[in-house]
């Protein structure tokens, strides 16, 4: 499949959605249902490979978000192994807040960062594990069962290898959230998705920043990241 | 469609998208419900809310939207002046211009999505800010961006329409980004809690009331 012109048709609605935004819901819409999330999900992949030099073993390093990303709502039913409606969507940001709580966790006993890069490396880490248990509690509220915590293992060789992929995590987990927003049925439950979503947003942004980089990578609207796609992405630091 | 005027919306244009309660929306339940939400944001909120929005149909988006667009004007109007005079240079200035173009970018498309769903767009409010050097300009965009953050969470769940929604989760995101960027200029926390919580318009009218210029 032609995925450059999947990509720049994808551009062009972009352009069209940022001139307003009720108009082009449904092309966008059309357009993910015809492209199945594959062709997103490619697109991510492509951008993922293309500025780095030294990515090394980490396959999703380039820490400058998420690209390539589309309309998510309707179309996006990956939470459901997570569970129905709202319980799935929550098990499956759940799932997600878990593997950053480990990833925090593991960074802050790798001895890679002292002095005021640990502080916030551990200050995000704590407020991810506040997530894991509002999550949790929101959860079991619901009357579901909330997703186990994942084996993880992530890839902590030297310090800059490190903050790249927290940027990328963290940017993927904004985009997730945001992906997420238009599908939720309790408001409730969205006003609590959008307390979250602004927060790893806000850590992106600050890792972005160290990085040298641009904090709103996106540019004015940041682009939503479908479940499927997300789920791929940290496939590789699920060890079960 | 077009949004029949409320009496504010006559006398103070720039108001009447902030307005406490609408007459028209029956949302005095609602905010005290999102109130008690907003304490965590988890929870507290009942089944109730979800009629109450129903009732409100794209008419409540519109006056949201609206809502929104003020602020969007209101931090439009902040870069644009701090550009030509907060003696802003090097990374900052940077920033401040990245910051500027997204505002400006807001603008446009709320202002878009408004005429689109057939309503009045507001007009820009007449602004002005109390700061005095670059310090004072970064602290004063701290907080003019946290608010912006806390609006919109605080709005977002009575949004009806998915796309308005999505366009409005996009911003707020953009805007916590924002936040984070210049808080870390001023040495301050980029992510000071684990929940940002939501402000309802009357926290938000309030907070921004000292730089509306009447």
């Known amino acids: 499949m032609a995925a450059t012109r999947q990509r720049s048709t994808e551009e062009k609605e972009e352009q069209e959605q940022q001139e307003g935004f009720g108009r082009s819901g449904v092309s966008r819409r059309q357009l993910v249902s015809m492209a199945g999330g594959s062709v997103a999900l490619g697109a991510f992949l492509a951008a993922c490979g293309s500025d780095d030099s030294d990515s090394g073993s980490d396959s999703m390093s380039n820490g400058s978000g998420t690209t390539g990303t589309s309309d998510s709502s309707m179309s996006d039913d990956s939470t459901a192994q997570f569970g129905e409606g709202d319980i799935g969507i929550m098990n499956y940001a759940l799932t997600l807040e878990y593997l950053e709580t480990a990833f925090y966790e593991d960074v802050a006993k790798s001895g890679l960062f002292k002095g005021s890069d640990l502080e916030t490396i551990r200050k995000f880490g704590s407020q991810e594990a506040e997530h894991v248990a509002a999550l949790t509690a929101a959860v079991k509220k619901a009357g579901g069962k909330p997703a186990a915590k994942p084996k993880t293992e992530f890839p902590l060789n030297n310090a800059k290898q490190v903050l790249r992929l927290a940027s990328t995590v963290e940017n993927l987990g904004a985009a997730a959230y945001l992906g997420q927003a238009a599908r939720i049925q309790s408001p409730d439950v969205l006003a609590a998705a959008l307390s979250i979503h602004s927060v790893e947003g806000r850590h992106a942004a600050a890792l972005n920043t160290l990085l040298g980089k641009t904090p709103v990578p996106d540019g004015p609207f940041a682009a939503p990241a479908p479940a499927a796609m997300v789920l791929n992405a940290v496939q590789p630091f699920i060890v079960s | ?214």
């Open chain 2, 1 to 214: 469609m077009t949004e029949p005027k409320t009496n504010t919306e006559l006398t103070h244009p720039e108001l009447a998208a902030i307005e406490v309660d609408g007459t028209e929306r029956s949302d005095v339940l609602m905010k005290g419900a999102l109130a008690a939400g907003a304490v965590f944001g988890l929870g507290a909120i009942g089944p109730f809310v979800r009629k109450a929005m129903a009732a409100n149909g794209s008419k409540g988006d519109i006056e949201i939207l609206n809502y929104a667009l003020t602020l969007e004007y209101l931090e439009s109007a902040f870069y644009a002046e701090a550009l030509k005079k907060a003696g802003l240079s090097g990374d900052l200035k940077q920033l401040v211009t990245t910051i500027s173009t997204d505002e400006d970018a807001h603008v446009k498309a709320l202002t878009q999505t408004i005429k689109d769903l057939g309503g009045k767009p507001v007009k820009a409010p007449r602004v002005e800010f109390p700061y005095s050097d670059t310090a004072g300009f970064t602290a004063l965009a701290e907080t003019i961006e946290n608010v912006g953050v806390s609006a919109y969470n605080g709005a977002a769940p009575m949004i009806s329409s998915k796309d308005v929604l999505e366009a409005a989760g996009s911003i707020v995101q953009v805007e916590a980004r924002h936040a984070a960027a210049i808080a870390l200029q001023n040495g301050n926390q980029p992510a000071p809690d684990a929940f940002d919580k939501p402000m309802t318009e009357a926290q938000v009218l309030k907070a921004v009331q000292p730089f509306l210029v009447s």
